[in-house]
């Protein structure tokens, strides 16, 4: 399966994340050590340092990432942190804590954004800008790996199912199928196989 075309700034408000195969955005307490060992196609973290001028995100996706800049250090903007305690918030550079609601919150990244994308880092605020018809794209990074637990990247129990159109050429109502294989695979021993063998025989085992 290939990409989509590269990212444009136009902008738009995008959900942005690299997600497990089963839709986890981040482990248990937003541990990320998971994406270690992860490739991805040449050129895409720059589409995206190029193309995003402000980036949304949560407090505690902020305060777990230690202050870390987004991409690595790569990209460098106005940081949005979405809080209900802004007041116990340890000051960094180029990072503005809000206290208002998520729509609010929209209006002055675009408006930092100049023309290029706000990108939404945070699986709450990203849930509730959707409900309120704010996000103009969602774009995700299926990584190869099962995390079991963690932070999904939607959660909203009790819910209607939200209905989306996949970008691209084609039925925007298609499958997307994606194929893999493990890793590592579990081999069965060398005795084990001979009583199955013999069980298919019809031997006694």
């Known amino acids: 399966m290939s990409d989509i075309e590269p990212q444009t700034a136009i902008g738009k408000v995008l959900w942005h994340f690299t997600m497990s195969l089963d839709g986890f955005v981040a482990g248990p ?23 995003t001028g402000a980036i949304l995100g949560g407090r505690d996706g902020w305060d777990a990432a230690g ?4 991409y690595g250090g790569l990209w460098d903007g106005p940081v949005f942190v979405l809080t209900h305690h802004p007041e116990d918030a340890t000051p960094a550079g180029g990072v503005t804590f809000l206290s208002c609601d998520p729509a609010e919150a929209v209006r002055i990244g675009l408006e930092a954004a100049g023309g ?11 849930r509730d800008l959707l409900e309120l018809g704010l ?11 099962l995390l079991g637990e963690g932070i999904r990247l939607y ?9 989306l159109h996949r970008l691209g050429v084609g039925d925007p109502a ?3 199928t994606v194929r893999y294989r493990p890793a590592t695979t579990a081999r069965i021993p060398a005795e084990a196989v ?7 025989a019809g031997l006694p085992s």
């Open 29 to 51: 307490g937003h541990e990320m050590g998971w994406m270690s060992g992860i490739s991805a196609r040449p050129g895409l973290v720059d589409e995206y340092v190029r193309t």
């Open 67 to 70: 202050g870390h800049r987004p």
């Open 116 to 126: 290029r994308n706000l990108e939404v880092f945070s699986p709450t605020i990203g």
């Open 135 to 145: 996000i103009d794209e969602i774009d995700l990074h299926i990584a190869p790996v």
């Open 155 to 163: 959660d909203n129990p009790g819910g209607e199912p939200i209905r």
């Open 174 to 176: 298609s499958l997307v």
């Open 194 to 200: 001979e009583r199955l063998s013999g069980r298919d």
